[in-house]
């Protein structure tokens, strides 16, 4: 039972640290070299409010329900919801904070795409590695 616990507690952290660096990896990945020109103030606050969001969103979809190694199609599903409902909440948020006046309109895609990529690619990692070490 405490190992199940540690064990959700641990990918509870591994994902909110994911959805930290995905907005201004996103907003890099977008503008490039250009990012240095945008005021940190606001990417540290984007990033810091969806940090939050997310959190929220991943603990109410349950991403945490299901044990990594056993990791199907329907934990593919609720960390989609779960992230579709983060960046769009985290665009809401934005533009009536900031009428997304310094945001590039494709940068809230390019964190859907980047965040699934980090949250699935770990949780796939992670089942093929207990694969093969089951199988041995």
């Known amino acids: 039972m405490l190992r199940s616990f ?43 409010i969806f940090t939050l969001i997310a959190a929220v969103s991943f603990w109410y979809f349950g991403l945490y329900r299901g044990i990594w190694r056993y990791a199907s199609l329907n934990d593919v599903i609720r960390i989609a919801k779960a992230v579709s409902v983060a960046v769009a909440v985290l665009f809401l948020v934005l533009f009536l904070t ?3 006046d310094w945001m590039p309109r494709s940068a809230p ?28």
């Open 6 to 48: 540690q064990r959700s507690h641990i990918a509870f952290v591994h994902d909110v640290i994911m959805a930290a660096i995905s907005f201004p990896l996103a907003l890099y990945l977008r503008v490039g070299d250009g990012v240095v020109y945008y005021a940190p103030h606001n990417i540290l606050f984007s990033a810091g």
């Open 98 to 100: 900031t009428r997304l």
């Open 109 to 136: 895609i390019i964190q859907w795409f980047l965040l699934m990529a980090l949250l699935g690619g770990s949780r796939l990692t992670y089942r093929i590695a207990k694969d093969k070490s089951t199988a041995r």
